[in-house]
């Protein structure tokens, strides 16, 4: 059996208000537009997920809701700014199914070089930039067999590779 996970690190937020602080920042002009592009190619190449672990900060829960609105969700405050251990156990805790995680850098972008065999061939995936994603393939069972370096990219994408 195989298991699917998304890592999305969250779309691109706004610094315009200095009274907010950085968990209350919404998505910006560009994040908003690039969300639902993620959305889209998620859905067009048959990765939608499931199942939805997310951080509670609003940048985040507004890019899981333009980007995967279908996905059952739980909102997590451990997933805001988590580092990668954190990220791992809480993957590892999921239910089985096509699981998004919806996330920090440097947090989410660690946790992905962390997960796969071999990095996916692009530019930015050492940088891991606003509204990246990584589909990888692990062939467990369920979740709690999650094993470091042990999936396959089968796509890693940013905003800019898309059109529109």
Same mark, same amino acid.
């Given at each position: 059996?195989? %298991?699917?996970?998304?890592?999305?690190?969250?779309?691109? =937020?706004?610094?315009?208000?200095?009274? #907010? !602080?950085?968990?209350?920042?919404? #998505?910006?002009?560009? !994040? $908003?537009?690039?969300?639902?592009?993620? *959305?889209?190619?998620? /859905?067009?190449? &048959?990765?939608?997920?499931? $199942?939805?672990?997310?951080?509670?900060?609003?940048?985040?829960?507004?890019?899981?809701?333009?980007?995967?609105?279908?996905?059952?969700?739980?909102?997590?405050? =451990?997933?805001?700014?988590?580092?990668?251990?954190?990220?791992?156990?809480?993957?590892? =805790? /999921? %239910? =089985? @199914?096509?699981?998004?995680?919806?996330?920090?850098?440097? !947090?989410? @972008?660690?946790?992905?070089?962390?997960?796969?065999?071999?990095?996916?061939?692009?530019?930015?995936?050492?940088?891991?930039?606003?509204? /990246?994603? #990584?589909?990888?393939?692990?062939?467990?069972? !369920?979740?709690?067999? #999650?094993?470091? %370096?042990? *999936?396959?990219?089968?796509?890693?994408?940013?905003?800019? &590779?898309?059109? *529109?």
């Amino acid at each position: 059996m195989t %298991q699917t996970l998304i890592l999305l690190r969250h779309a691109k =937020s706004s610094w315009s208000d200095p009274a #907010l !602080g950085d968990f209350d920042r919404p #998505l910006n002009k560009r !994040g $908003q537009r690039d969300a639902p592009r993620i *959305g889209r190619w998620l /859905a067009e190449n &048959d990765f939608a997920p499931t $199942q939805a672990l997310c951080s509670t900060a609003r940048r985040a829960k507004e890019t899981l809701e333009a980007a995967a609105p279908d996905a059952a969700a739980t909102y997590l405050d =451990s997933l805001y700014l988590a580092p990668p251990a954190k990220i791992f156990d809480t993957i590892k =805790s /999921a %239910q =089985s @199914g096509r699981l998004v995680v919806v996330a920090h850098n440097p !947090g989410i @972008g660690m946790i992905a070089h962390h997960l796969v065999s071999t990095p996916p061939d692009h530019p930015r995936f050492l940088d891991y930039p606003t509204a /990246a994603t #990584l589909v990888v393939q692990f062939d467990i069972d !369920g979740w709690s067999e #999650l094993q470091p %370096q042990s *999936g396959t990219a089968l796509a890693f994408v940013t905003p800019h &590779d898309l059109p *529109g």
